[in-house]
Every structure is written in C-alpha cells, then in structure tokens.
C-alpha cells in the first residue's frame, strides 16, 4: 500500500511539472538579524528584499547582507534559505555544516582565516565612536580626546581589539549585539561605543540623544583596509563556491552597493 502511495505521488509531480527541492537548489546563509543596517529581524515582510527565518515563528531578517546574499544566491541559480544564528556561533555553524555562508558584515582577519575562506570584500566603511549627544565628547575630533574614557565595542570582532589604541582607556568587556552596546552608552555604562559608520546612522537615527564622532583625517584608529571591509565567510573546502561568488561579487559596482546600503538605512526598523 505505502509503495503505491509514493508511486503516485511520484506519478502526480510528473504530471504537474513539479519536483522537491534539494539542498543542491538551496543555498544557506546565517547571520544575526541584529545589526542594523547590514542586518536585521521583523515580525512581517516590510520589504520585497525581506527574507522568510527558516524557523518557527521567528519572522523575518533584512537589510544590507540579505540583499547581498539575495545576489549571491539568485547569481548561482539557487534559493536562498536564512538562519538566525548568535554572532559567536556563526563560524562554528559554518564548519559544521549547518550554513553554507555567513554574510553578517564579517571582517575579513588573520584569525578567523585560520578557520574558514573568505571572499573579496563586499563594503568598506569608516570606523567611529557613538557618544551621548549631550556629552562633551560629541565634539570629539580625535582618537586622544577619549583619554581614560570607559569604550566598549562587540564580542569577537576587531572593533574590540581597537579600543586599546586609546590612551588610558577603560577597557570595557565586551557584548554580545549592537543593541546592548548602545544600551551601555545610554545609561551610562560606557563613554562610547565602536562601530562602523553605517551602523552607527542607523542608531543615531533613533536614538536622538546619541550622536556620532568621526574622526579628523589621521586621527582616529589605526587600521589596514581588511579590517575597515566585510567579506562572505566560507568553508575552506569550499573553492569552488569561493571562484563563483567572487565573480558574482565582481559584477556588483559600487555605485549598486552604495545604493544598497542608502536604501537598507532607509528601511530599517524605527
């Protein structure tokens, strides 16, 4: 009985022009959906770039890396399926097999390359500090007017390694999101917080009292163009996936990423 069930149903998708998807028609990616505005999470589809989280009820990821990874994905013919993973189980994931990318505005470094590939960077951007907007250091104008301030940035990123550059700095322990960062600053746990120019409009533009502090021409953080880049990790056995998304990547100008990003700031959630 169960062999003519799946003889029909086998019968049925000839007929209909229909055949199930396999893993070869999928490509995943995994990312935080919790740092706007390369990434983030909403309960419904706002957008046409939004994408379904392959999980129960958990909503909905968008913004720059899923437009990014919606190129990646539609360039090599295949469907793209979201996972929402911490930012610290991103890499581990990735090795396991669980993703087949990570496109979550990872910096390209020595010690993550120990582990996985990466791509030819997909967006550059400048490196600042994100201050109260009533405090003395939103006139900042170099990296020695934070001397003995408290600075904290995020986990396992290289924003963190930078807060040393400093002097006399506080040091804070750093956290796991963007959200806890802005949180610390906010009520007053730390001075300021390190991110990247994109993400701190995102946050400046609703949270009126912060403001933003970008540096005077060699007086912020010093830093080599790797690290002020976000690249799509890979497996290492993964040449072959490397060869075509470089390709794709390079058919993408940046004049169409800069547009990208514009428009990811301009949908973000409020």
């Known amino acids: 009985m169960k062999k003519t069930l799946l003889s029909l149903a086998v019968l049925l998708l000839a007929l209909t022009g229909c055949t199930p998807k396999t893993e070869e028609d999928t490509i995943i990616v995994g990312l935080e959906c919790n740092y706007t505005p390369f990434n983030w999470t909403t309960v419904t589809s706002e957008s046409d770039s939004a994408v379904k989280i392959d999980e129960e009820g958990a909503g909905y990821c968008d913004g720059y890396d899923i437009v ?22 991103l890499i581990s994931a990735l090795n396991e097999g669980e993703i087949d990318m990570i496109v979550a505005g990872m910096t390209d470094t020595e010690e ?7 791509t030819t960077p997909y967006y ?8 109260k907007a009533d405090s003395a250091l939103a006139n900042a104008t170099t990296l020695a007017d934070f001397t003995g301030t408290s600075v904290i940035a995020q986990f396992e990123t290289f924003h ?21 960062l802005v949180n610390a600053v906010k009520v007053g746990e730390a001075d300021a917080m390190v991110t990247e ?8 533009s609703t949270n009126a009292d912060l403001a933003i502090v970008q540096f005077a021409d060699g007086q912020g953080f010093t830093t080599s163009f790797e690290e002020t880049t976000v690249s799509v990790a890979l ?24 547009q990208w990003m514009a428009d990811a700031i301009a949908r973000k959630p409020e």
Do not use: C
């Open 197 to 204: 120019y994109p993400v701190a409009l995102s946050i400046t």
């Open 235 to 258: 497996r290492k056995a993964d040449t072959d996936l490397l060869a075509d998304i470089n390709a794709i990547l390079a058919d993408i100008d940046e004049a169409t990423r800069s």
């Open 160 to 180: 963190d390694d930078l807060v040393d550059q400093i002097p006399s700095v506080n040091h804070l322990t750093p956290l796991n999101s963007a959200s806890l």
């Open 112 to 118: 993550r390359r120990q582990s996985v590939s990466f």
């Open 124 to 131: 550059a951007s400048d490196l600042v500090m994100v201050v």
């Open 68 to 89: 990014v990874a919606q190129a990646i994905a539609d360039g090599l013919g295949k469907t793209l399926v979201v996972k929402k993973i911490a930012w610290d189980g």
